[in-house]
Each structure stands twice: as C-alpha cells, then as structure tokens.
C-alpha cells in the first residue's frame, strides 16, 4: 500500500477528528487568505481607480495629496502651457472648496469642484446632461451627485442656490443660483459624500476667491506614443515649481504613508495566524502521533521502514493542510466580502475601493505558507516517530 | 491651541525653507521662544537654546529668527498616524506677527480655533447648541465624540472584533478535535470506571471539573502571552511610526471578555467529546 493510501485510511478511520482538523484549518488557512489579500488590497483597488478615471499623470503645487496641499497660483497661464505639451493628450484643471445651500432652516454643506476641460471618466452621468460651456448670461449649470440630489430634492432642470465656503476667510457672500444639468456619479466618491461639479467661471461666481486664477490639481492623459513618465518630464521641464507625478507614483507614495496602516497590520495578523496555524496542526499531529504510538512501533516490527513511516505522516500532513486549505479558499472569498464591507463603513472611503482586493500572488503565497507550515508542523511528530524504540513501544503501547 | 492655518504655514515654513535654518547663531536675546516637536528637533538636529530662522515664503526670503525653548512630544493623534510630525508651536501674538497676511485688516484679529473647557463639562453639547446660536458663522462641537456606525474607531473595533470571532470558531474546531481524541484515549478508562460503579453522571462531572481547570489554566495562559505580545506590537508599531501612541491595551475588562469566552468554550468541547463516549455500553467501552 502507497503511503498516501496508508495516509488517506489513517485519516477516514477517524473521520470525526478528521473532518474536525479540516475545518479548524480551513478556518485558520481562511484568515490568512484574508490577511494576504489585505496587505496589497488597498493598492491594488486604489490603482484600479485611479487608472479608470482616464488620466495618469497629476500635477500640484507641492507632494501633498491632492486637495490637501497648497494650491497652484497662476493656474490659467500653467493650463495652457500644460495643454501645449506635445506628450499630452488632455488636460483637465480642477479647484476644489466647499458650499453650502439651505434645507429650510438647516444647513447642506457640499464639495464643490470647478473643472476646465474634458473630464473622460473622472464622474459619469447617471440622469440628465453633461456640463455645458460656461454662459455668462445665463445661470451657471452644475452637476450634482445622488447624495446631493436625494438630500435636497433636486432632478436635472431644478435651481441650486448656493454659498460658497471655499478658503478659511469669513465671508458672507450671496447665494449664487446654479441650473442643474445633471446627476452623476464619481469614481472617487465617498459613501454619503455630497459633491457638486461646476465650470470653473462658476466656482469664482460662488466662491469670489481672492486669486481666481488658482488651481488644486491638474489631471493629464498622456498620448500612447509618449506615455506617463514623458509626460512628467516634460511638466517638470515646464514648470520646474509644481510637483508632477504618475499613477504609480501616487499609488507607492500612499502605500508608504495613508495605506501603511493596514499593511502593517495585515503583516502582524499574517504573522500571528500563520503562527497559530503552524500551532495547531502541530498539535493535532503530535497527539494523533502519541495514540498511535503502538500502531506505529508494530508497523516498524512488521519491516516498515523509517523512511516510509516519514512518508505516511508527510502525507497525512499534506491531506489535513491541503483539504483544509483548499476550503479555506472560498471561505476565505466569502469572509473577504463580509471584513471589506465592514471597513468600507469608513468615512471617506470611495464607494469603488476595496480594502480585500483579488491578486494571483495572494494565492500563491497563501498556498506557499499553509504548505510550509504544514511541513513544520509535521516535523516534530514524524521525528517522534522516526526514533520511537520498537520494543519498549510495543510493550508499554500492545502488551 | 494655535491656529491651524497658522500652524500650516509654519509647518510649511519649516518644511521647505531648507536654507531658513541656522544654528550656529550669536545669543539672540529678543528672540522670540518656540517649542519644537521631538521629531522635528531630531530631522534636524536642532536643541534647546539654538536659534532658528523661519520664513513663510518657500524659498526662504525674510527669515525671522526664533530661540528654541523646548523640545515637547506631539499628542498622539490616531488621524495623523501616518504624518511626520514636524511641528512648531508659538505664542500666538509672535505668530500672528511672523505669519499674518499685510493685506487683510482682519489678520491680527484671526484664529482658526478656540479650545473651551467648562466648568461643568456634562452640559458641553447644551453649551455648543447655545453658542452656536448666538454667534452665528462659527461651528462649535463638543470633543465628546458620538460613537456612530461610521466612527472610524467604531469600524476598527467592528473589524477586529470579527477577526477575534473568525480565530475562535478555528480554534474551536481543533479544540474539539483534541477533545475527541483524548477522549477516545480514555475509553478503556471510563469503561473500567463505568464497570466498577462509577455512574455515568459521576464521571462527567470529573471531565466537566478537568475541563475547567484545564480551560482556566489555558485562558490564564493566553491573557498572559497577549500582555508580553502588547509590549512587543506597542513597540513595532511605535518605532515605525515613530509615535507615542498606544496601538494595543489589553484591560481588566479585555482579559475578562476573552476568560469568559474561552473558559465555557473549553468545558463544552471537553463536554461534547465526552458525552459521545459516555453514551455508549460499558461492553463497548472495553472493546467486547
């Protein structure tokens, strides 16, 4: 009889510790699956985002986030210089600032975007139209996200009146009236988040900032033959002052700073599991190796050699893990969704990013651990029962 | 509490005002004393006495000098974990003079925020409803955080609540596993018991009691390994971020949460494995 028979009939003569041991790995092997895919899920989403809006080069004033950092003074002269790059195929400008409108007494505060150009996939119409040109004649037009319209009752057609909010003065300005043109959906777009896009003539019309010419970010799509990385050299080379980046760059810059968090602590979780996994199939082996000690030395007595007692426990080893953590997989899926729907609950968070996201290298090295652990799990009963003396053994154990 | 706009620009100031520092100064008296962030003080190797030159201008013009009179830990804050916390603390005139715009009357008379501390501090929400009235423009909130379902903390907490629910299910499992094999161990044992008039209900009291005390020792175990592992993770994660913050507590009322669950857990596998050997003949006990 091969040893993996030998194994699989060691395992289904017991089927209750069985059956018990896979589940309690498959468990186990669900929340590492899960730890692993939390170390890059936030990356990997992120970028997907990032990357779906349309653009892959973003310029500020300085290496803070965008919307956090200072803005870029002489905005309109940097546009056009931008939009003359040969490595450029779209240029969008964007201000960002806060407004406010009333719900009867109380008070909506709002985003309120101004843009300049085409914003490809950056927000996408659900109900009504795109934002048309500016007309100074005619009430400025805005888009409004659901959250927004279902807070105050507002459908593509309806005026928006408006105060801006948008720098730390204290001002008192009159609500500007806003035609809403249509209702959309961001790419970046917080779960509750009220957020308003207008023309950029619009925003100065609510907010009256003191340098109207000021920008927050630009967004760039590079052409395909140029391609991001030409694209920021040819900004820097523009305009040496701004801070030019591309996707990936924003991407590994997070990484290091706001997504770091979760990194660290799926590392510490990956640890601690993969530790107590490591624990517990030990355990279950060592005991299942100390009653069977008898059976073990009898084997021995009868010709079975050390080597193919090695092999039998190695592969009892390999089906405990290996059933376990092919369960442990879908399981693992399916707690994924259950764990990423709880941290999305998060203030902030984009409603298209995902803290538990799918990569091949997670299985892979989730498969690479749960077999390593295995194998050293394995270790200390199969040395237990590789140098067991074969008469003391049956004598205490048979007779 | 200093103003946040000035504390930006200070912050700004520096930040990227690289040329702005000097410390190896004649004594300047009139200078007007600052407090530097320990991280700070260390990036830029900076102590108590040098003086410093500050601009609000990114490339450095019109420094002002200022005398380093301290050095202080920031207040840990969970929200800026992941931010270096190079900071500068002032007094507020000596700010308003370094960073206010020339160009707006309203400058010297400007804060971003002002801290209350009550006499009563329970009526703090009455007290902000009532200020917010009557100085309309201004926001006011008590730093009584109400615990929603989407408080950060709340979502944290709801996190790791489920990962601990998730490893005792798995742990269950092998628990009850172990519990069935060391049962089976015993068979012949209870048989004989069973064969000498110990009766069925008088055994199961002693697992139940074995049980517990196996059990209670495990639980007193395992609070015991989460103190030493809070040390060493408090530490991590300190020297990583390079904050005082304290990433893991285990408290009295932690400790007891977590004896109160594994404690009945253990019993009810020793329980569950048990009673399944206990049911059958005392024949089949001593394989006859």
């Not at chain 1, 990356?43 to 200072?70: K, N, Y």
């Not at chain 1, 101004?114 to 139209?129: A, C, F, H, L, M």
């Not at chain 1, 067991?388 to 053994?393: R, V």
């Not at chain 2, 201004?138 to 709340?154: C, E, Q």
Request: hydrophobic share 50%; aromatic share 8%.
């Amino acid at each position: 009889m091969r040893p993996f028979s030998f194994a699989w009939r060691s395992l289904t003569r017991q089927p209750a510790r069985a059956v018990l041991g896979i589940a309690g790995i498959a468990v186990v092997g669900a929340l590492l699956f899960d730890m692993l895919l939390l170390s890059r899920g936030l990356v990997v989403s992120f970028r997907d985002l990032l990357e779906g809006v349309g653009f892959d080069v973003r310029v500020t004033a300085d290496q803070f986030v965008p919307s956090r950092g200072p803005m870029i003074s002489d905005g309109t002269a940097v546009l056009n210089r931008l939009r003359a790059l040969d490595e450029a195929e779209e240029v969008l400008a964007l201000r960002f600032g806060r407004a406010w409108a009333t719900d009867g007494e109380r008070r909506v505060s709002m985003d309120l975007i101004g843009v300049d150009g085409n914003p490809r996939k950056t927000w996408t119409v659900i109900e009504g139209s795109r934002l048309p040109a500016y007309d100074p004649a005619a009430p400025p037009a805005i888009l409004i996200n659901r959250a927004v319209a279902s807070r105050l009752g507002l459908s593509p057609g309806d005026t928006l009146p408006l105060r801006g909010d948008c720098d730390s003065r204290v001002t008192a300005l009159p609500p500007v009236d806003f035609q809403v043109v249509g209702i959309i959906a961001f790419q970046f777009e917080a779960r509750g988040g009220r957020s308003t896009v207008t023309t950029l003539p619009g925003y100065v019309k609510a907010c009256d900032p003191p340098n109207r010419e000021a920008m927050t970010l630009f967004m760039i799509a590079s052409t395909v033959e140029a391609g991001p990385d030409s694209v920021v050299r040819a900004v820097e080379h523009v305009v040496p002052d701004l801070h030019a980046f591309t996707n990936q760059e924003f991407v590994d810059r997070l990484q290091v700073t706001d997504f770091s968090y979760f990194r660290q602590i799926s590392f510490v979780l990956t640890t601690i599991t993969l530790f107590f996994a490591f624990l517990l199939i030990a355990t279950l082996l060592t005991v299942s190796v100390n009653r069977r000690l008898g059976e073990i030395a009898a084997l021995r007595a009868l010709g079975f050699r050390k080597k193919r007692i090695v092999a039998d426990l190695l592969w009892e080893s390999a089906l405990l893990v290996g059933a376990g953590g092919l369960l442990g997989l879908p399981l693992g899926g399916l707690l994924a969704l259950y764990l990423d729907e709880i941290l999305r609950q998060m203030p902030g968070i984009p409603i298209g990013l995902h803290f538990f996201a799918w990569e091949p290298r997670a299985a892979i090295t989730y498969v690479l651990l749960l077999a390593l652990a295995g194998l050293l799990a394995a270790a200390y009963p199969v040395y237990l029962a590789a140098r067991l003396p074969i008469a003391a053994t049956m004598r205490r154990e048979i007779v | 509490m200093l103003p946040h706009r000035a504390w930006g620009i200070a912050l700004a100031a520096i930040l990227t005002a690289g040329a702005g520092w000097s410390v190896a100064e004649p004594a300047q008296p009139n200078a007007p004393p600052i407090l530097l962030s320990r991280q700070l003080a260390e990036a830029r190797d900076l102590r108590v006495g040098e003086i410093v030159h500050l601009s609000t201008d990114s490339t450095g013009e019109n420094p002002r000098p200022f005398r380093v009179a301290g050095v202080y830990e920031p207040v840990p804050d969970p929200f800026r974990l992941t931010t270096r916390r190079l900071e500068a603390r002032f007094h507020l005139p000596d700010l308003i003079e370094f960073s206010a715009d020339p160009h707006d009357p309203l400058a010297a008379e400007t804060v971003t925020r002002i801290n209350v501390a009550l006499e009563q501090p329970d009526a703090a929400r009455e007290f902000a409803r009532q200020l917010e009235g009557r100085v309309p423009g201004i926001a006011v909130r008590s730093t009584d955080r109400s615990r929603t379902g989407s408080d950060p903390f709340v979502v944290l907490n709801r996190f790791h609540t489920a990962i601990a629910a998730v490893t005792v299910i798995g742990s269950a499992a092998f628990l009850l596993a172990l519990m069935v094999m060391r049962s089976e161990e015993r068979r012949e044992t209870a048989g004989i018991l069973r064969l000498i008039g110990f009766s069925r209900p008088r055994i199961l009291l002693e697992i139940l009691v074995e049980g517990l005390l196996v059990a209670l020792a495990g639980s007193v175990a395992g609070v015991v390994i989460a103190l030493a592992v809070e040390g060493l993770l408090n530490r991590f994660f300190q020297w990583h971020y390079d904050t005082a913050l304290v990433f893991v507590r285990v408290t009295p009322g932690i400790a007891v949460k977590c004896i109160a669950i594994s404690v009945p857990l253990g019993v009810l596998a020793g329980l569950v494995a048990s009673w399944t050997l206990l049911r059958r003949g005392i024949m089949s006990l001593l394989h006859r």
